[in-house]
């Protein structure tokens, strides 16, 4: 007893010196971002043009495989949401398989199997066990050349993406992305978030057959492998799963021109209790050579959490917000850079002359070294954990191969975050992000926000019905 009483207070002493050294000390310096070595990869084209990429990675006896196929949203035309209800409906079997059969199969192999759809691609995954990988990658080929569509299925999937629909379109996040995407896009496909329920209703399994013949296909597709496998065995495997599947048709490109006419929308939504505010501008993209100077501004502003401005600002000093943060989305040969925040309603008007303040400060004042080496260090953290498994190794490449970046921009990555000055960053802060260019959209109580606005010089002529 005395032993552990003795025990109890020399770590009561330990944790008060080592709490008065982090008082007098500050947090530790940020760490330097170390160098990426890209693993041996093997890339192959099949002669029917579908892309493969395979991976050695990690000690685990596991694989990963994923096939991204280039279509989603972009290819629906009117119909939206129909890529998204197809890729449902694959997910419920194939021809030799139904769902349950389908699930089991995968669980038997040590992994699962998915389908997600996103504006521009279709991604099919599966994982297993290292030695049954052969089998993962046949099943993978079940799914993806032989699925079933069965009808029977339909109407429950149906009445699912109405459930998430009626959700989804009253929600102030969605309101203000409805109006964001059609204020940004114009007659584009990205301009409309959400379909009708008539929509949702029209669709038949022969829609979603039209839409899976139509746009799936080899030359629209890419496999990456990564995990242990023997390179031979698995190349062979693809050639045999792969080799004659019809070649499709040619990647459909539609690249948006979003505008950087400034506007103002302010949506009403009578009694919020808090205002959801979204502020959209388009920006260079991921193959431009300034992209990480605009990271750097990105993350100091308001894309890396607590180290942020905005969110020290708005949610540490100002206590207007839960958080508040900055990004920029890249499609292909696009990007657009936005800030969210959900804030009181009473602090709406002064969230965005805060917001605005804080922007013309990044652009008008070079950060001090020690901000930029933290955000190094955020920055550097994030790039290490994303590679480190080998889910994040298929993304970075999948991402890399979208976007026709070379290998580069992985082995050169941290040497480019440590080549930015303090400058760079400011003068990529004040030619991505003019002020008179940002479309902005508010959803909240008009009764009490509409006066906020018109204290806010930079919106206040935008300001309108």
Known sequence: M????????????LFSLGHQ?????????????????LPEKTS???????????????????????????????????????????GALMEEGTKSLDATALRQTAAALGGAIGISVGPE?????????????????ELLTDVVRNPAFPGDQLDRIRADFIRNLSISRVRPQGLASVAMNARLYGDHPFSVVFPTEEQLQSYTIEDLRRYYEGNFGAR???????????????????????????????????????TREGSLQVIDRPGAPQSTINVAIPVIGVADPDYSQLLMANDILGGAGFLSRLFQNLREDKGYTYGASTSTGNHYRSAVWTFSADVA??????????????????????????????IRGYRGGIFVLANAS?????GTLAFMNFHDLPDSYL??????????????VSEIAASQWPVGGMTIVVVGDRSVIDEQLTKVPEIASYLSD
Request: some cysteine; glycine content about 8%; charged content about 25%.
């Open 44 to 86: 192959f084209q099949l002669d029917n043009g579908m892309g493969v990429t395979m991976v050695p990675f990690g000690d685990l006896p596991k694989i990963s495989m994923v096939l991204r196929i280039r279509t989603g949203n972009l290819n629906e035309g009117e119909d939206t949401w129909l890529a998204d209800m197809t």
């Open 220 to 258: 629209r597709s890419h496999l990456f492998v990564s995990g242990r496998f023997d390179t031979a065995t698995m190349r062979q495997a693809i050639i045999e799963s792969f080799g004659d599947w019809q070649a499709g048709p040619d990647v459909y490109v539609n690249v948006p021109d979003p």
């Open 21 to 37: 050294a982090l008082a007098i000390d500050g947090p530790p310096p940020a760490g330097v971002p170390r160098d990426f070595s």
């Open 121 to 137: 691609m279709t991604s099919v995954s599966v994982s297993s066990l290292a030695e049954k990988g052969v089998q993962a990658l």
């Open 390 to 394: 080998r889910g994040g190794i298929i």
């Open 345 to 374: 309603t009473e602090a709406t008007g002064p969230s965005l002359t805060e917001f605005f303040r804080e922007i013309r400060r990044l652009q008008s004042q070079a950060p001090a070294d020690d901000e930029m080496e933290r």
């Open 411 to 424: 082995t050169e990555y941290t040497e480019r975050l440590a080549r930015i000055s303090p400058e760079q």
């Open 2 to 13: 005395i032993k552990a009483i003795r025990t109890l207070i020399t770590l009561v002493c």
